[in-house]
């Protein structure tokens, strides 16, 4: 499955969510932390999910780069 993962930059350092999986989260000192990290949260939270007998949504959010007139 191929999941849509928000990276936003903090002060110190970076974080990571996922809209289709709330509650999963990351943060790393880099963009190639983070996406490392959030990786393996989203395979942690599809255990989770699993483990607890309830089923995993599919993935249904898109992403898309909007450009705009400054």
């Known amino acids: 499955m191929k999941y849509a993962v928000v ?3 903090a ?3 970076y ?3 996922v809209p289709d999986l709330p509650g999963c989260v ?5 963009i190639e932390e983070v996406e490392t990290e959030i990786r393996e949260a989203i ?3 599809i255990e989770g999910i699993r483990n607890d007998g309830e089923v995993v949504s599919k993935p249904s ?3 898309e780069y909007i450009e ?3």
Request: net charge negative.
């Open 61 to 63: 959010s898109s992403v």
């Open 43 to 45: 395979e942690f939270h």
């Open 68 to 70: 705009v007139a400054a």
């Open 11 to 13: 002060q110190s350092n």
């Open 7 to 9: 990276i936003e930059k």
């Open 26 to 30: 990351a943060t790393g000192a880099s």
């Open 15 to 17: 974080s990571a969510y």
